[in-house]
T-cell receptor
Framework: DAMVIQNPRYQVTQFGKPVTLSCSQT?????MYWYQQKSSQAPKLLFHYYDKDFNNEADTPDNFQSRRPNTSFCFLDIRSPGLGDAAMYLC??????????????FGPGTRLLVL | QKEVEQDPGPLSVPEGAIVSLNCTYS??????FMWYRQYSRKGPELLMYTYSSGNKEDGRFTAQVDKSSKYISLFIRDSQPSDSATYLCAMSQGGKLIFGQGTELSVKP
């Protein structure tokens, strides 16, 4: 089945220790998104790629970076995680040519714990 | 004021009940309206999306949009314990989604 895959599902890191979360997709969608979702809150868009074009949200901290080496993969790098960065990180994809651009398909998420 | 307001609940109903979930919004430029279902510790799953005012039905689920009132609803008929989840409304403009906080629903057997 075509899908959005996130690894790892759970990640524990230490305060200030860099961490990388990964997302891959078999949907061949041209847009990939990263969201941060804290407990009982709405998902918050961090940035998205339209093909190779990177689009950063104005309020996304510089501590968060992203890479998209090819269509299938996208990475979220947190350079110096703080306690406030503990959250669920969601990857999503959408396809410009396949219907409303805003129809986004989400992966299962990576839950990040910062000690 | 948030762009999208959603009552966080929690909402608890008996099995078989009709459930009504609602969101209001302030931005009249929103073009698409969606409902996502999110089970505990999982990613959101798209349930339905609509573009215009009116109703859209899919099985036990009906999505309703009233653009004049800036109000959207999701109705679940014959609710089942498997419907227990958080339901997120989402609205879009220019390729970005703005989510509501989510309503936590529990359907008791």
């Amino acid at each position: 089945d075509a899908m959005v895959i996130q690894n790892p599902r759970y990640q524990v890191t230490q305060f200030g220790k860099p961490v990388t979360l990964s997302c891959s997709q078999t949907l061949n969608h041209n847009v990939m998104y990263w969201y941060q979702q804290k407990s009982s809150q709405a998902p918050k868009l961090l940035f998205h790629y339209y093909d190779k074009d990177f689009n950063n949200e104005a309020d996304t901290p510089d501590n968060f970076q992203s890479r998209r080496p090819n269509t299938s993969f996208c990475f979220l790098d947190i350079r110096s995680p703080g306690l406030g960065d503990a959250a669920m990180y969601l990857c999503a994809t959408s396809n410009l040519a396949g219907g409303p651009l805003e129809t986004q398909y989400f992966g299962p998420g990576t839950r990040l714990l910062v000690l | 004021q948030k762009e999208v307001e959603q009552d966080p609940g929690p909402l608890s109903v008996p099995e078989g009940a009709i459930v009504s979930l609602n969101c209001t919004y302030s931005n009249s430029a929103f073009q698409y309206f969606m409902w996502y279902r999110q089970y505990s510790r999982k990613g959101p799953e798209l349930l339905m999306y609509t573009y215009s005012s009116g109703n859209k039905e899919d099985g036990r689920f009906t999505a309703q949009v009233d653009k004049s009132s800036k109000y959207i609803s999701l109705f679940i008929r014959d609710s089942q314990p498997s419907d227990s989840a958080t339901y997120l409304c989402a609205m879009s403009q220019g390729g970005k989604l703005i989510f509501g906080q989510g309503t936590e629903l529990s359907v008791k057997p």
